[in-house]
């Protein structure tokens, strides 16, 4: 009786140690690690360049004024169509400036000074005249005395230059004499009043366009007075749409002329376009964090037909996405399974519930998913984010969303 109870206990110990044992080895064992897994697909993959850009109209012109003058007001506004040759502005001359009390004296005086002028000048040529008349005197008795042989012929000969120079004498008082009436006239003028653009005696200048086309901009839509150059208006076509975008140089060597762009974030439906040039030289442009960047200017034409970005006007903020490679039928794995290996990338696919490491080699990748030349197929399932604690064959728990 003593030996059974004996045996009894024995394995009742025996038991508890298994247990122990058994919660031991599951309490130290390694625990199936918690993943979130995506399949890999097949289907088109594009790579792009994705950058801000603004349009522009392809030719902009700017009508200015040929000379100083008074600009009429501007009936036009932005959004009005012109034709070529049509008047956009008209220019009157500009108002003499105001004379004040202090200048009107100093003018009234200059013009008693020039009609003083005027009567010193014609009193000289009075005086030549007399002159002039006194030497044709003496030549004519000198040439009658030479004749009957009383006088030398060098001393005819000196009357004759006499009166040559007499006359020029008196062309030169006469010159004096209209220089002093011109001076008269200038200090009459300077009191006339000034005369109000417009006036009855005022002629106007038409500014034309020089294309057809639509107004752009009106910097000075009132009367005003301008300086020889001052812009009247912009005028340009909005059918002749295109992109201007600031790309970094290390990505404008791959938006090569004819790459696809695809224009998005202008307000309405995305547009194709097409890359026209990419501009020789580069500038330095400051980023937002401070950062020196050489960039370049990428011009790019708008492919759809008009009606598509009709409402795209000139100045607008687009988005550019510039297609540097697009494949179809392309083995696709999302962006955030992948993580370097050795020289070059490798992926956890899920093996029932184990993971196992496996090699790939990528072909591109844009900013979602990567285009993979092999190492998975389409259908398996890869792990995305894989933690720091996963390994090769390690026992893993999809995680359910």
């Given at each position: 009786?003593?030996?059974?109870?004996?045996?009894?206990?024995?394995?009742?110990?025996?038991?508890?140690g298994v247990a122990v044992l058994a919660a031991l080895a599951w309490a130290f064992s390694p625990r199936p690690v918690e993943v979130e897994t995506a399949a890999v697909r097949q289907g088109h993959f594009e790579q792009s360049i994705e950058e801000d850009g603004r349009t522009r109209l392809k030719d902009r012109y700017t009508v200015s004024a040929p000379v100083a003058a008074r600009v009429a007001r501007i009936v036009l506004r932005e959004g009005d169509r012109v034709a070529a040759g049509d008047v956009v502005a008209v220019l009157m001359p500009v108002m003499s400036s105001m004379v004040d009390e202090r200048s009107t004296r100093e003018a009234t005086a200059r013009l008693k000074a020039a009609a003083a002028g005027v009567e010193r000048a014609s009193a000289r040529v009075a005086r030549a005249r007399i002159s002039l008349q006194e030497a044709q005197l003496e030549k004519e008795r000198t040439e009658k005395l030479?004749?009957?042989?009383?006088?030398?012929?060098?001393?005819?000969d000196a009357v004759r230059l006499a009166l040559a120079g007499t006359r020029r004498?008196?062309?030169v008082a006469d010159a004096e004499r209209e220089m002093a009436l011109q001076e008269k006239a200038q200090a009459a003028a300077a009191l006339l009043q000034p005369v109000a653009a417009g006036g009855s005696n005022t002629t106007?200048?038409?500014?034309?366009?020089?294309?057809?086309?639509?107004?752009?901009?009106?910097?000075?839509?009132?009367?005003?007075?301008?300086?020889?150059?001052?812009?009247?208006?912009?005028?340009?076509?909005?059918?002749?749409?295109?992109?201007?975008?600031?790309?970094?140089?290390t990505d404008a060597v791959q938006a090569t002329a004819g790459r696809r762009v695809v224009i998005e974030r202008w307000g309405g439906p995305p547009v194709e376009g097409v890359v026209r040039r990419v501009e020789p030289a580069a500038f330095t442009k400051v980023s937002a964090l401070g950062v020196e960047e050489q960039r370049v200017n990428v011009l790019i034409d708008v492919s759809n037909p008009p009606e598509a970005w009709r409402s795209m006007g000139d100045g607008f903020r687009v988005s550019v996405r510039i297609v540097t490679a697009s494949i179809e039928q392309a083995v696709l794995a999302p962006l955030g399974a992948l993580f370097p290996h050795g020289k070059g990338m490798a992926a956890y696919r899920l093996d029932g519930r184990y993971?196992?490491?496996?090699?790939?080699?990528?072909?591109?990748?844009?900013?979602?998913?990567?285009?993979?030349?092999?190492?998975?197929?389409?259908?398996?399932?890869?792990?995305?984010?894989?933690?720091?604690?996963?390994?090769?064959?390690?026992?893993?728990?999809?995680?359910?969303?």
């Amino acid at each position: 009786m003593n030996v059974l109870k004996l045996k009894k206990t024995t394995w009742l110990w025996v038991a508890a140690g298994v247990a122990v044992l058994a919660a031991l080895a599951w309490a130290f064992s390694p625990r199936p690690v918690e993943v979130e897994t995506a399949a890999v697909r097949q289907g088109h993959f594009e790579q792009s360049i994705e950058e801000d850009g603004r349009t522009r109209l392809k030719d902009r012109y700017t009508v200015s004024a040929p000379v100083a003058a008074r600009v009429a007001r501007i009936v036009l506004r932005e959004g009005d169509r012109v034709a070529a040759g049509d008047v956009v502005a008209v220019l009157m001359p500009v108002m003499s400036s105001m004379v004040d009390e202090r200048s009107t004296r100093e003018a009234t005086a200059r013009l008693k000074a020039a009609a003083a002028g005027v009567e010193r000048a014609s009193a000289r040529v009075a005086r030549a005249r007399i002159s002039l008349q006194e030497a044709q005197l003496e030549k004519e008795r000198t040439e009658k005395l030479a004749g009957a042989g009383f006088l030398s012929a060098s001393r005819l000969d000196a009357v004759r230059l006499a009166l040559a120079g007499t006359r020029r004498e008196l062309q030169v008082a006469d010159a004096e004499r209209e220089m002093a009436l011109q001076e008269k006239a200038q200090a009459a003028a300077a009191l006339l009043q000034p005369v109000a653009a417009g006036g009855s005696n005022t002629t106007p200048l038409s500014v034309r366009s020089p294309v057809s086309g639509v107004v752009l901009r009106v910097p000075q839509p009132s009367e005003a007075t301008i300086a020889a150059g001052a812009a009247l208006l912009d005028i340009g076509d909005p059918l002749q749409m295109e992109v201007i975008s600031e790309l970094l140089t290390t990505d404008a060597v791959q938006a090569t002329a004819g790459r696809r762009v695809v224009i998005e974030r202008w307000g309405g439906p995305p547009v194709e376009g097409v890359v026209r040039r990419v501009e020789p030289a580069a500038f330095t442009k400051v980023s937002a964090l401070g950062v020196e960047e050489q960039r370049v200017n990428v011009l790019i034409d708008v492919s759809n037909p008009p009606e598509a970005w009709r409402s795209m006007g000139d100045g607008f903020r687009v988005s550019v996405r510039i297609v540097t490679a697009s494949i179809e039928q392309a083995v696709l794995a999302p962006l955030g399974a992948l993580f370097p290996h050795g020289k070059g990338m490798a992926a956890y696919r899920l093996d029932g519930r184990y993971a196992r490491l496996q090699p790939v080699e990528v072909g591109a990748r844009n900013n979602n998913e990567a285009w993979l030349r092999s190492g998975l197929t389409p259908g398996q399932s890869v792990i995305v984010y894989p933690p720091s604690t996963i390994r090769d064959g390690r026992k893993v728990h999809v995680r359910t969303p």
